[in-house]
């Protein structure tokens, strides 16, 4: 018996170091290494969580990957610290602050966190049901997870799938992983585990 569990337990830990190695690390918990500065607005590490903070101008600002994706499973979480309209916008590209792309919402409670919005586009293109936005935590850490295949982006937020959308327009593109703070001012959201596994 108590062989068959030891191997049990060798094989667990073989599939769980497997799916390690597939996920990679974006931020590291250290600096910024690997990502961009958009705009004038604030980033910053802090306990070994990336920070995002208005500055003085109040604009949009941008943290983005330098290197492009397409089709990939994210993985990241985030804590709503003060008013925390921000976002992550996936396979997009910018000038200046002008981001073209899809943004998937991380906002305060009732404003379709985990819905998708394109910018300089079409706007919204599907937000999540009143009762999906019930698994937002306002306060505390949430798991925020993003699958983008082909034509089809799905979204989870703490475990419930919060949307589902096909769409041909997404499925061309390629682009950056960009967080998003919103304009306006008095904007905190926290960052850590960024992980990214490529299809």
Not at 102 to 128: C, F
Request: aromatic share 10%; charged share 25%.
């Amino acid at each position: 018996m108590k062989t068959i569990l030891s191997v049990l337990s060798l094989a667990l830990l073989l599939v769980s170091n497997q799916a390690m190695a597939q996920c990679k690390q974006l931020f590291n918990g250290k600096d910024l290494s690997g990502w961009t500065i958009h705009g004038t607005e604030k980033w910053y590490v802090e306990n070994k969580e990336l920070v995002c903070e208005s500055g003085p101008d109040k604009g949009y600002g941008y943290l983005s990957t330098n290197s492009p994706y397409k089709d990939f499973e994210l993985s990241v979480q985030f804590k709503l610290e003060a008013n925390g309209n921000s976002g992550v916008f996936i396979r997009s590209d910018i000038e200046g602050v002008k981001i073209k792309g899809w943004q998937v919402e991380v906002a305060p409670p009732g404003l379709h966190t985990g819905g998708i919005y394109e910018s300089y586009g079409r706007g919204w293109l599907i937000k999540p049901t009143e009762e999906a936005q019930k698994a937002l935590s306002p306060d505390g850490w949430n798991t925020m997870k993003i699958l983008a295949k082909g034509n089809k982006i799905t979204t989870w937020l703490n475990g419930k799938q919060m949307v589902q959308l096909d769409d041909e327009k997404i499925g061309q593109a390629k682009g950056f992983i960009a967080l998003q703070i919103h304009d306006g001012g008095g904007i905190k959201v926290r960052w850590r585990d960024i992980c990214i596994k490529e299809l």
